[in-house]
């Protein structure tokens, strides 16, 4: 793994727990079994789909698709100050909690999702993310970083929709890590809008951790525990829109995503989220320019030190 991955502190045994009442067995196996149904049924329609997409609405079949899969996995979906439509291309970003928010997001406003080279070799998800348009990302090749971004750009300057969870790794909700600033480039490039979401697990017992796929959870322990769980609620809540217009560069443009979304991910909070950052989540500033070292000062120059009495302190009134 590259130094430069970004980690977060969360485990499955610290932060992940399933509060309040639980679904019997018999629906969680119904709940997997209408999930399969809905998946193989979305990998079958996706050439059809893709082929005929100018004859057909394909953003609301996925639209409707994605909510028909959630709906079997028995989450609930609240889509909060939705925009009206859109016109031309924007760069979607959100906070990373799980899996499930690919789905929340699709059921919200489809686009292309930007997704690690692993979800490519997932079962059943992998090719249908790779149908679906997905860009993949290698997070293990820092070089193939900037061909990420001007591919992004290229997407967003045809009026495409790009969703990226610029965080770079799933936290468990409670915390949240920081948004690299790279993919904010593609942005600031086509100069098109950054649109913020905010996305939020909850059961009728308060905030839940359960969706969380983080640490070395697996995806089919991951699953059964969302279908263990009854009355899974899941908040999609679209921010005002930030043009690249009004900030100096991309770094900027992160910060202040960053911030619009943590507000409304922890309301009540005073700062930022309640989980520790990981050393590696702290900031590294990677130079945009070469960097050139100061020129020492030449010792003529320097000033004299003031002179020092016999005890070793500095005599104030000596000459500089």
Same mark, same amino acid.
């Given at each position: 793994? !590259? %130094?430069?991955?970004?980690? *977060?502190?969360?485990?499955?045994?610290?932060?992940?727990?399933?509060?309040?009442?639980?679904?019997?067995?018999?629906?969680?196996?119904?709940?997997?079994?209408?999930?399969?149904?809905?998946?193989?049924?979305?990998?079958? &329609? +996706?050439?059809a789909?893709?082929?005929?997409r100018?004859?057909?609405?394909?953003?609301?079949?996925?639209?409707?698709? &994605? #909510?028909?899969?959630?709906?079997?996995?028995g989450?609930?979906?609240?889509?909060?100050?939705?925009p009206?439509?859109?016109?031309?291309?924007?760069?979607?970003?959100?906070?990373?909690?799980?899996?499930?928010?690919?789905?929340?997001?699709? &059921?919200?406003?489809?686009?292309r999702?930007?997704?690690?080279?692993e979800?490519? @070799?997932?079962p059943?998800?992998g090719?249908?993310?790779?149908?679906?348009?997905?860009?993949?990302?290698?997070?293990?090749r820092l070089?193939a970083?900037?061909?990420?971004?001007?591919?992004?750009? +290229?997407?967003?300057?045809?009026?495409? @929709?790009?969703?990226?969870?610029p965080?770079?790794?799933?936290?468990?909700?409670?915390?949240?890590g920081?948004?690299?600033? *790279?993919?904010?480039?593609? %942005?600031v490039?086509?100069?098109?809008?950054?649109?913020?979401?905010?996305?939020r697990? =909850?059961? *009728?017992?308060?905030?839940? +951790?359960?969706? %969380?796929?983080?640490?070395?959870?697996g995806?089919?322990?991951?699953?059964?525990?969302?279908?263990?769980?009854?009355?899974?609620?899941?908040?999609?809540?679209?921010?005002p829109?930030l043009?690249?217009?009004?900030?100096p560069?991309? @770094?900027?443009?992160?910060?202040?995503?960053?911030?619009v979304?943590?507000? #409304?991910?922890?309301?009540?909070?005073?700062?930022?989220?309640?989980?520790?950052?990981?050393? !590696?989540e @702290?900031?590294?500033?990677?130079?945009?320019?070469?960097h050139v070292p100061r020129?020492?000062?030449? *010792? &003529?120059h =320097?000033?004299?030190?003031?002179?020092?009495?016999?005890?070793?302190?500095?005599?104030? +009134?000596?000459?500089?």
């Open positions: 793994m !590259s %130094a430069w991955l970004p980690t *977060a502190p969360c485990t499955p045994g610290d932060c992940v727990t399933v509060t309040g009442p639980r679904a019997g067995v018999a629906r969680r196996v119904l709940r997997l079994a209408g999930c399969v149904v809905v998946l193989l049924a979305g990998v079958l &329609a +996706t050439p789909v893709r082929a005929l100018r004859l057909l609405p394909a953003e609301r079949l996925v639209r409707c698709w &994605a #909510r028909l899969l959630l709906a079997t996995l989450v609930r979906i609240r889509l909060i100050a939705v009206g439509k859109r016109v031309g291309g924007s760069l979607v970003v959100s906070n990373h909690i799980s899996w499930l928010d690919i789905l929340l997001v699709a &059921a919200a406003g489809p686009g999702m930007l997704a690690k080279t979800v490519r @070799r997932w059943v998800l090719p249908l993310a790779s149908w679906g348009g997905t860009i993949f990302i290698d997070r293990d070089r970083l900037p061909g990420t971004v001007g591919e992004v750009a +290229t997407a967003l300057r045809r009026g495409e @929709r790009v969703v990226v969870f965080e770079g790794s799933t936290w468990c909700g409670r915390g949240g920081r948004f690299r600033p *790279a993919l904010f480039e593609a %942005a490039r086509a100069d098109v809008p950054v649109q913020p979401l905010t996305l697990y =909850r059961t *009728a017992a308060g905030p839940s +951790t359960a969706p %969380a796929f983080v640490g070395e959870d995806l089919l322990p991951s699953l059964w525990r969302v279908v263990s769980v009854r009355g899974l609620a899941a908040e999609v809540e679209f921010l829109q043009p690249p217009a009004l900030f560069g991309r @770094r900027q443009l992160a910060a202040a995503a960053q911030r979304v943590d507000r #409304r991910r922890h309301p009540n909070a005073p700062d930022r989220a309640t989980c520790a950052a990981h050393p !590696s @702290r900031p590294v500033r990677v130079p945009d320019r070469p020129p020492r000062a030449n *010792a &003529a =320097r000033p004299e030190r003031p002179a020092r009495d016999g005890g070793g302190r500095y005599d104030r +009134t000596a000459p500089v």
